[in-house]
Structure formats: C-alpha cells, structure tokens
C-alpha cells in the first residue's frame, strides 16, 4: 500500500498529548483530494433520485471524519477529505446533486439515517446486524489490522491477545469483533480482553503511541495510515486479517434511493473513477468492481 504522510492538524491535536505530529513537511488536502470537477451527470441515473431529495437538490452523508484516509478533517479543522469523501462528491456528480458531508460520531450515525442524512459514507462494514436494518451498497473490501506503539516493546502478540489491552473506536466491526474474541478467552479459562473503547480514532491512536492501551485495532487501511500520520510512533503488527466488503448505508425502505446510489456506484467503478480515488489515497487495490445491494432482494 502506497502511503502519504500529511499535514493533519486535527489528528495533530489530537496527538499532543502523547507527543506525536504530523509530518511539517506534508501534503495539502488539495494535492491529496481527487478531483471530482470532470465527472458528468448520467441522465438515466440522476432520473432514479427521489423527489425529496431532487427538490432538495443536495445528497446529506453522515460520516465520523477522525478516520484516514477514509474520511477526516483537513488542516483547517473543518474541510472533510479522503476516499470516502470523495467517493460521495463523485456519486454527487453523477446523480447531479450537491453533497454535505455532517460529522457525526460514528455510533451515532446509523440511526439518524433516512432522517438526519440520506446516506452513511463512514467505512461501515457490512454485517448481518446492519444489513437486517439498513440497506448497503458495497464498494471496497478491507480489513483489520492491529498497530501498537513503535518497537512492541511490551510485546503484543496479535494471535494471543487474551488479558491485553487493546482500543478500539466505539461502534466499530472491530469493536464488534474484540467483544467475540474476549468471550473466546474467558471461554477458554483465560483472561478477558481489556478493551478501550473511544469515540474517535485520534484518541484511540493518541492511546497507543502514549502508552495506555497495549495496542490498537481498526481497519487496515487506517491502521497503515496511522504509522505515516504519526511519524512511525507507531506500527502494524500481524499483517491484515479478516478482509471484508464495505458499504454504503441508505434506509432500509428507500429502495429508490439504494437504486441510483446502486447505479452511479456502478458507474465510476465501470468508467475507472473508483479505482483513481482509491490510487489516489493509496489502497488503490482495496476497490471492488461490482456494487452489490445487501440484503440481496
């Protein structure tokens, strides 16, 4: 995976406390963002909007941007950017609608969807919890990884994680997937996990590179991410795990609205748009090629 390190004055903050920063030396947003101004409307696509939203004339996606490279905050502390975010500016293009990027923490977005925002673009895994509640359109395949403070030095070992203290961002698959691990420990006679959970993923990084938490587990994508943002403090151990597919969230009875999302999706990873935002992020191999509707109708 192709990495930039960046100027990211939020995830800088956020940092302070363990003394981490980000590289002086980094990219602009602008040089990072791809350029979504070329993608044109697709008639027969922008004709599948609903009304509400056509009248409205804008798409709303709910999103927790302390993510990279999925979805964050510039240096400015308020521009949204990553491939998520440029995923929906492109989806706007083609469904010929503005977009709105509202943070949102991330547990909280799943249930202002169809209400608050149209559309969750967040890097929401699909599962059969979400699916049984929402519907989502795939379009990338990730997967988890942990990353501890540079050195291991307490020596985290990703295979034998009973009794280690691991954090994880609330409302995450991840956070999910700790809570089945820790009750294979306690099943097992061990230790269970000691799992921190936090809102967002700068504290959850912040919490490994000071030292609290023993280690980290996110997506990999982001894990990866986190060792450019962070000036190497700290590392991925143990490889990638557990890819799975992830989607875009849209109300279970809006089945207009999943249509054209389906369809413009389709679209840019017809025409090469997808894998170009992905490269030009860095995961570039993580793009998949068909939009699939889950649940399946």
């Not at 995923?87 to 509202?102: F, I, N, P, Q």
């Not at 997937?177 to 269970?192: I, Q, V």
């Not at 799975?244 to 413009?264: F, H, N, S």
Request: hydrophobic share 40%.
């Amino acid at each position: 995976m192709r990495l930039r390190t960046l100027a990211v004055a939020a995830l800088a903050g956020a940092l302070a406390l363990s003394g981490c920063s980000a590289d002086e030396g980094g990219t602009s947003e602008s040089d990072l963002s791809y350029d979504t101004s070329g993608i044109a409307k697709v008639d027969e696509i922008a004709a599948l909007v609903p009304q509400e939203i056509r009248d409205a004339g804008k798409l709303v996606i709910g999103a927790s941007i302390d993510y990279a490279p999925a979805e964050f905050r510039a240096d400015d502390l308020q521009t949204a950017i990553g491939y998520d975010v440029d995923l929906g500016k492109a989806l706007g293009r083609v469904l010929d609608l503005d977009t709105e990027v509202s943070a949102a923490e991330f547990a909280s977005i799943l249930p202002g969807i169809g209400s608050k925002y149209d559309v969750g673009i967040s890097s929401f895994t699909i599962t059969e919890e979400r699916t049984a509640n929402y519907t989502m359109v795939s379009y990338i395949s990730v997967g988890s990884s942990y990353a501890v403070k540079a050195g291991n030095d307490k020596g985290f070992d990703p295979d034998d994680i009973c009794g280690r203290t691991v954090a994880v961002q609330t409302g995450t698959y991840q956070e999910e997937e700790l809570a089945t691990f820790s009750t294979a420990c306690t099943d097992a006679g061990k230790a269970a996990v000691d799992v921190l959970k936090f809102g967002s993923q700068a504290d959850v990084t912040t919490n490994v590179a000071g030292g609290k938490a023993e280690a980290m587990y996110a997506d990999s994508t982001v894990s990866e991410y986190a060792v450019a943002l962070t000036n190497g403090q700290v590392e991925v151990v143990g490889g990638v795990r557990d890819s799975a597919p992830q989607g875009i969230v849209v109300a279970a009875d809006d089945t207009e609205l999943a249509a054209a999302i389906q369809q413009a999706l389709q679209h840019l990873m017809d025409d090469g748009t997808w894998v170009k935002i992905l490269e030009s992020w860095g995961p570039k191999d993580a793009a998949l090629s068909t939009a699939e509707i889950f649940p399946a109708s």
